[in-house]
């Protein structure tokens, strides 16, 4: 590892151990701590250290017990150095750091993607810090690398990487790459900062797909009118249209069948869901009178319930990352995510390095209709689903 570097490795592979151990040994840390021996007190002050987060990990607290071995903590009293700033933030917050010389950042999970206003404050944090990027995604297409070439000095800015490795699509309204030059040097550049954390999983993953079934002639008749029968006006665009049709699929009673067939064999079950319909329905399943039932979304944030059956129901976008459970071997995808990224995320949070299980059971709730179809085929190609792209409009 060194400055400036991307430790990728795996949900659940201790990424931020290691990093902690990292930061450990730059400031005077003794190898032979991290090895069994009793530990032996970094150089006195270190350098200040900020963790760059997800809001959920701050929140709970995570970031706290990788502290621990390390005698670190963000609270002074407690922190073994004196005049040393531990800081555990979000990447809302990042901004309140740009002013920030000579301490030690690690940005956990990937979000220097575009050119945004976190970017930019992680490109002027990096110009007077050390630091490291955790990641087990760190990007799918080479534009995702742009900001942390940037910040290794690679290239001046934005403009020099997109005149010297992209060609842009003449036959397009908009911006959009046609394939990109002169990719040698570029994957020169990645290997010299991308660091794999490789590493033997004791887990086993059980993939299954549970075929459901759907409202054949809802879903012709949608696709020939174009009209929308929830809200009885036209449908505008390809966007307008998927969301019929997902929704006319997913809304199906077989899908709800389903997951209380999968509970049956499973009494504590994670279950990912995309949409505020979909949340309604799962909730009101008849579960059990005993079932515990709590949430995580836009709008609750409640913790994993702590019983002998209960159901826990993640929205993806607020709750594919950033928490782990290890109290659970199920996850039930009630319906899929555009996202290869997102969905790889949110298998992850069972597969844990120190999970009692061995066996992780993953149902993918899928019907025969062609826009589960399109889904499954661009996620198993490990790519994200377009509708643009899937729609004839």
């Known amino acids: 590892m060194k400055n400036g570097c991307i430790l990728c ?7 931020s151990l290691v990093a902690l151990s990292y930061y450990y040994l730059q400031n005077g840390g003794d190898p032979s701590s991290l090895t069994g021996g009793d530990y032996i007190p970094m150089d006195d002050p270190p350098k200040d250290l900020y963790i760059i987060t997800t809001a959920r990990k701050r929140d709970i607290l995570e970031w706290e017990g990788e ?40 940005f956990d999970e990937q979000r220097v993607i575009g050119s945004g206003a976190w970017v930019k404050s992680f490109l002027k944090i990096t110009k007077t810090n050390d630091w490291i990027l955790l990641s087990a995604t760190p990007g799918d297409t080479w534009q995702d690398y742009i900001p942390v070439f940037i910040a290794n000095g690679f290239y001046k800015n934005r403009t020099e990487f997109t005149r010297e490795h992209i060609v842009y699509s003449r036959f397009t309204k908009f911006p959009k790459v046609d394939r990109y ?23 086993i993953a059980h993939h299954e797909d549970v075929c459901v079934s759907y409202n054949v002639e809802q879903y012709k008749d949608v696709s020939k009118t174009r009209w929308d029968p929830y809200k009885n006006e036209p449908i505008m665009n390809a966007g307008g249209l998927c969301y019929i049709w997902r929704k006319i699929v997913n809304s199906d009673q077989s899908r709800q069948v389903a997951v209380l067939e999968i509970f049956e064999r499973h009494p504590r079950v994670i279950i990912f869901y995309n949409f505020d319909y979909e949340l309604e329905i799962l909730r009101n399943l008849d579960y059990g009178p005993k079932v515990k039932i709590a949430e995580w979304n836009g709008h609750k944030h409640e913790p994993i319930p702590n019983s002998k059956s209960w159901v826990y129901l993640v929205q993806y976008t607020a709750g594919c990352e950033g928490w782990n459970c290890i109290t659970t071997d199920t996850i039930i995808f009630y319906s ?9 995320q ?6 844990r390095l120190n999970t009692p299980y061995t066996d992780l059971y993953y149902y993918h709730l899928k019907s025969r209709s062609g826009i589960d179809l399109g889904i499954s085929r661009s996620l198993k190609e490990k790519k994200n689903f377009n509708e643009t792209k899937f729609v004839k409009w």
């Open 67 to 106: 502290l621990s071995p390390f005698l670190l903590s963000t609270h002074p009293e407690i922190n073994l150095y004196h005049n040393h700033k531990v800081i555990v933030d979000s990447w809302n917050n990042i901004g309140k750091y740009v002013e920030v010389t000579d301490a030690f950042f690690i």
């Open 181 to 203: 030059i002169n990719t040698g040097k570029l994957l020169k550049l990645r290997r010299s900062i991308l660091v794999t954390m490789d590493f033997k999983r004791e887990t």
């Open 9 to 15: 490795g795996g949900v659940g592979s201790g990424k």
């Open 346 to 351: 949110a298998a992850g949070r069972i597969d």
């Open 336 to 344: 899929q995510n555009y996202s290869y990224k997102v969905m790889v």
